[in-house]
Nanobody, 125 residues
Framework: LQLVESGGGLVQPGGSLRLSCAAS????????MAWFRQAPGKEREGVAY????????EYEDSVKGRFTIDKDIAKSTAYLQMNSLEPEDTAVYYC???????????????????WGQGTQVTVSS
């Protein structure tokens, strides 16, 4: 499975961005997906997760109500819709996939086997 992110960029506080993660080499219905981010000088943190079926989603507290994770199995693409962006959201965002055949959601980065190259999101006026 190969993952390629896109959609990052510079946005003003309060603005929105939609990140995409295009997958190739396998079918997304076999994978739980997640978005992680890493800001300069900080550890990588998970912000949004979705099960292989797409039925269950989890979010890190600071993004609840602002970010939405989704995946379109037919298009082999996962998304992260980010609204009401704040300067603290500035980071490199990575999508990740874990081969999970149930509604278990891996929350730790070490549980994910496949990673994209990352896309930069900068929130600044």
């Amino acid at each position: 499975l190969q993952l390629v992110e896109s959609g990052g960029g510079l946005v003003q506080p309060g603005g929105s961005l939609r990140l995409s993660c295009a997958a190739s080499g396998d079918y997304l219905h076999d994978y739980a997906m997640a978005w992680f981010r890493q800001a300069p000088g900080k550890e990588r943190e998970g912000v949004a997760y979705v099960t292989s079926s797409g039925a269950i989603r989890e979010y890190e507290d600071s993004v609840k109500g602002r970010f939405t994770i989704d995946k379109d199995i037919a298009k082999s693409t996962a998304y992260l819709q980010m609204n009401s962006l704040e300067p603290e959201d500035t980071a490199v965002y990575y999508c990740a996939a874990a081969a999970v055949y149930s509604d278990y959601i891996p929350l730790l980065s070490l549980e994910y086997d496949y990673w994209g190259q990352g896309t930069q999101v900068t929130v600044s006026s």
